[in-house]
């Protein structure tokens, strides 16, 4: 992580669904290997908190930084990681891969991607069902320990 004006801006690595595939990207939309440094939320909040938002936005990429507080964890933020994904595929037309036939856009392979999920939720419908049931459960259960926590502290 960068602590000089003299150095190279730092990104915000940009969370992704995790059967992406593609390039990683930062917040701003620019390719990781385009940048020459690239954080995560949490090393952008330490940084933020140690230097304070005025100092440390001198050696941040100024839209990752007003992009950092944003939810961006796909455990506990899926909608919003998706619909990032699918807002930058909508908009990157480039192609995935250098070189060679065959190429594909991103916003082609998400497609695919997400057609795909949607096939391997149908031929197992039970299984899938299956984990959208214990995945309700375990969060019923987060929340009833929250709940709990804050009964003791009243």
């Known amino acids: ?54 100092r440390a936005s001198f050696s941040t990429c100024m839209t990752c930084a007003n992009l950092y507080q944003r939810p961006g964890s796909w455990d506990r933020f899926p909608i919003e990681v998706l619909h990032r994904a699918l807002e930058g595929s909508r908009y990157r037309m480039s192609p995935r891969r250098e070189g060679g036939e065959g190429e594909v856009t991103v916003a082609e392979r998400t497609r695919r991607e997400l057609l795909a999920l949607g096939m391997l939720a149908g031929e197992h419908r039970e299984e899938f ?26």
């Open 1 to 54: 992580m960068t602590e000089s004006v003299d150095g190279p801006l730092d990104h915000l690595r940009r969370a992704m669904p995790p059967w992406w595939t593609g390039p990683e990207l930062t917040e701003c939309g620019r390719l990781a290997t385009d940048v020459q440094s690239i954080v995560d939320r949490p090393a952008m909040k330490a940084k933020f908190a140690k230097q304070g938002k005025q």
């Open 129 to 154: 069902e299956r984990l959208v049931e214990a995945i309700g459960q375990t969060e019923n259960l987060d929340d009833a320990r929250r709940r709990a926590r804050l009964r003791r502290v009243q």
